[in-house]
């Protein structure tokens, strides 16, 4: 064999590992390696997917919206009547003690109506009515009623709630008590001066009360005197 034979089978050979590159994908095309070449074909991979769809961001949305809503609407809820409890609880307080004062005669209660201003609350006014005589056999009880208006809405199950409007609520607290000392001493007063009295009834009439009705001459009973057995 000579030597131009000899060439052309190693032209052959070398062809023939070139063709077995191009197959493994080991090829080189200018220099560079081209990967995932297969029988001269080029393979492009596509990229991994590492993002939510436009459906799946919206589901997942309404998914969130529909658990979330509700939490939120209970959570102002309780707070709304946590608020308003504290309001009720602060009114009823007031109230117990304004008419407590004015039963008692506490210096600068004696007043029928007014506000809260002393007590931080300028808007509330109150309206307490004259005592109404309840006489249970010998014993005279007064039944006390006041009445409180709060430009708020607020709502209380009880006979003390009197409701609300769109200006506010009312509410009407009633206590019924036996008479102080003073009121005793107050309404003998009135008596004796010539005034009627809800206690001794009106003098001109021979007194019509509950304890000046049936005295002669009007008189008042020796327990009525100030100071008397009547009061505490």
């Known amino acids: 064999m000579n030597l131009h034979t000899a060439n052309g089978?190693?032209?052959?050979?070398?062809?023939?590992?070139?063709?077995?590159?191009?197959?493994?994908?080991?090829?080189r095309l200018g220099g560079a390696p081209i990967r995932g070449a297969r029988f001269g074909s080029v393979t492009i991979s596509r990229p991994t997917r590492c993002a939510f769809t436009l459906l799946e961001l919206v589901i997942a949305v309404a998914l969130l919206a529909s658990f979330?809503?509700?939490?939120?609407?209970?959570?102002?809820?309780?707070?709304?009547?946590?608020?308003?409890?504290?309001?009720?609880?602060?009114?009823?307080?007031?109230?117990?003690?304004?008419?407590?004062?004015?039963?008692?005669?506490?210096?600068?209660?004696?007043?029928?109506?007014?506000?809260f201003e002393a007590e931080g609350y300028p808007r509330w006014t109150w309206h307490i009515d004259e005592p109404t005589l309840r006489s249970q056999g010998e014993t005279v009880v007064l039944e006390y009623t006041i009445r409180v208006k709060v430009p708020l809405q607020l709502t209380e199950g009880g006979s003390d709630a009197g409701g609300s409007s769109s200006d506010g609520s009312e509410f009407e607290y009633s206590v019924w008590t036996l008479p102080s000392r003073a009121w005793n001493d107050e309404q003998y007063e009135l008596y004796a001066s010539g005034q009627p009295s809800l206690l001794y009834g009106d003098p001109a009439y021979g007194g019509t009360g509950t304890l000046g009705a049936g005295v002669p001459g009007g008189g008042v009973p020796g327990g009525g005197v100030p100071g008397g057995g009547m009061g505490f």
């Open 9 to 27: 089978l190693t032209d052959a050979r070398l062809g023939s590992s070139r063709f077995s590159g191009a197959r493994l994908g080991s090829s």
């Open 68 to 115: 979330v809503l509700p939490i939120l609407h209970i959570l102002a809820d309780s707070r709304l009547r946590a608020t308003r409890y504290t309001q009720l609880r602060t009114v009823k307080s007031l109230t117990q003690k304004k008419l407590y004062d004015h039963i008692h005669y506490v210096e600068g209660a004696l007043d029928f109506e007014g506000t």
